[in-house]
Every structure is written in structure tokens, then in C-alpha cells.
């Protein structure tokens, strides 16, 4: 089955640039999801279709998605961006959802 | 304003059968294009995805829960409706209903139940 890879964890500073990767096989040719989850709380989408943000979702949140990587960037990083991100997949060969591993980030 | 929002019960015994129902508001599944899906995520972990039902009651399994899934919906009352059998301690998780606006398996989920916390124990 399709796997979806993530770091486990990202660290970075107050108004820095965080980016989280979420590699596969040829992710590129796939349309990518990006949820965030607080503690307790359900999943929030911030990034569609590789770069399409919801509306209410900070400019700060952008996405990218080439070759065998995805990426969400988070720039000018603020301690409320504390939480996980979840990468999300369409595999059309087993056609079913597949979420990533999930990346935790910290802010430091 | 779409919401949605998990309902059953929260401890099932080893073997028993787990029924969930979500139930929703703002928008219908009667609507071309929309769909709803259910995703659980074990203490401490991932997001796995589950199971999906759209407007043209077409269903989509995870295949390594296919045979112990079964997903229902009921235009009539709001409500989506996930059956898991053979339930098992590893099985405890929480459990998420959420919508999704495309008429395309190349799908987000753009809201989200609360999620409802589902314990498997003897």
C-alpha cells in the first residue's frame, strides 16, 4: 500500500520558516492535503490540491508538491502554529485515503 | 454552517460490534458532489482513514478494514452511519466523521466532526 513519510518532529523559531515534507512514490502526481491538529482538538485543513488554502487560513501557510515531495511552509512561524500537520493522499492504485506518519512542530 | 458531530458509544467489549453515527447539519447528502468520511486516530497517534459514503451512495473501504466495515447513510435524517465488527483493544481510538465538497475520490476533508473516544474493553 501506499506510505506517506513525515519527520516526526520540526523545530523552529518565532518568525522563522518552518517547512514539513511528506514524501512518497511519486507523490508529485498526486493532489495533496494538509491538516493541522492541536491537542485535543480535531484536524483543521490548511492546504488543498497541493497550494490551495481554505478560506480563513493564514497567507502564512503555503504548499508545494513535486517529484517524490511534498511540502508544507509556514512562514513568519507564531507559537499558535504549534501543533501537528497531517499530509493526506488519494492512492488511486489500492483507491483508498492515506494519511502521513504526522509532524510535530514546535516552536521554539 | 456545516457541522457535524459523532455519536455511540464510548466502550465496547473484545468481539462486539461498534456503531457510530454522525450526524450533520448545513449541508445534504442528497447534493451532488458531497461525501462523508470517517477517520479514527489511536491514542497517541496517526490519522488512519476508514471509510467514505457520497451522494450517489458510492462507498469506498479502507482495504484493511474492508471486511469488518460497513458505512450507511440516511438523507433523510442528516445522518452517516459507520458499523465495525470484531472490535479488538487495538481498536481504541477516536473516532472522526468529516465532510468532504468534491465529487472526486482526489478529496479533502473540510470539516470535521469533534470526534467521540471509543474504548475496547473487556
Known amino acids: 500500500s501506499y506510505v506517506l513519510t513525515q519527520p516526526p518532529s520540526v523545530s523552529v523559531a518565532p518568525g522563522k520558516t518552518a517547512r514539513i515534507t511528506c514524501g512518497g512514490n511519486?507523490?508529485?502526481?498526486?493532489?495533496v492535503h494538509w491538516y493541522q491538529q492541536k491537542p485535543g482538538q480535531a484536524p483543521v485543513l490548511v492546504i488543498y490540491?497541493?497550494?490551495d488554502r481554505p478560506s480563513g487560513i493564514p497567507e502564512r501557510f503555503s504548499g508545494s508538491n513535486s517529484g517524490n515531495t511534498a511540502t508544507l511552509t509556514i512562514s513568519r512561524v507564531e507559537a499558535g502554529d504549534e501543533a501537528d500537520y497531517y499530509c493526506?493522499?488519494?492512492?488511486?492504485?489500492?483507491?483508498?485515503?492515506?494519511f502521513g506518519t504526522g509532524t510535530k512542530v514546535t516552536v521554539l | 454552517q456545516i457541522t457535524l458531530k459523532e455519536s455511540g458509544p464510548t466502550l465496547v467489549k473484545p468481539t462486539q460490534t461498534l456503531t457510530l453515527t454522525c450526524t450533520f447539519s448545513?449541508?445534504?447528502?442528497?447534493?451532488?458532489?458531497?461525501?462523508v468520511g470517517w477517520i479514527r486516530q489511536p491514542p497517541g497517534k496517526a490519522l488512519e482513514w476508514l471509510a467514505l459514503?457520497?451522494?450517489?451512495?458510492?462507498?469506498r473501504y479502507s482495504p484493511s478494514l474492508k471486511s469488518r466495515l460497513t458505512i450507511t447513510k440516511d438523507t433523510s435524517k442528516n445522518q452517516v452511519v459507520l458499523t465495525m465488527t470484531n472490535m479488538d483493544p487495538v481498536d481504541t481510538a477516536t473516532y472522526y466523521c468529516?465532510?468532504?465538497?468534491?465529487?472526486?475520490?482526489?478529496?479533502?476533508?473540510?470539516?470535521w466532526g469533534q470526534g467521540t473516544l471509543v474504548t475496547v474493553s473487556s
Open positions: 493526506q493522499v488519494w492512492d488511486s492504485s489500492s483507491d483508498h485515503q492515506v
Open positions: 468529516a465532510h468532504t465538497p468534491r465529487a472526486s475520490t482526489v478529496t479533502d476533508f473540510d470539516y
Open positions: 490540491y497541493d497550494s
Open positions: 459514503i457520497y451522494w450517489d451512495d458510492d462507498k
Open positions: 448545513g449541508f445534504s447528502l442528497s447534493t451532488s458532489g458531497v461525501g
Open positions: 511519486n507523490i508529485g502526481s498526486k493532489s
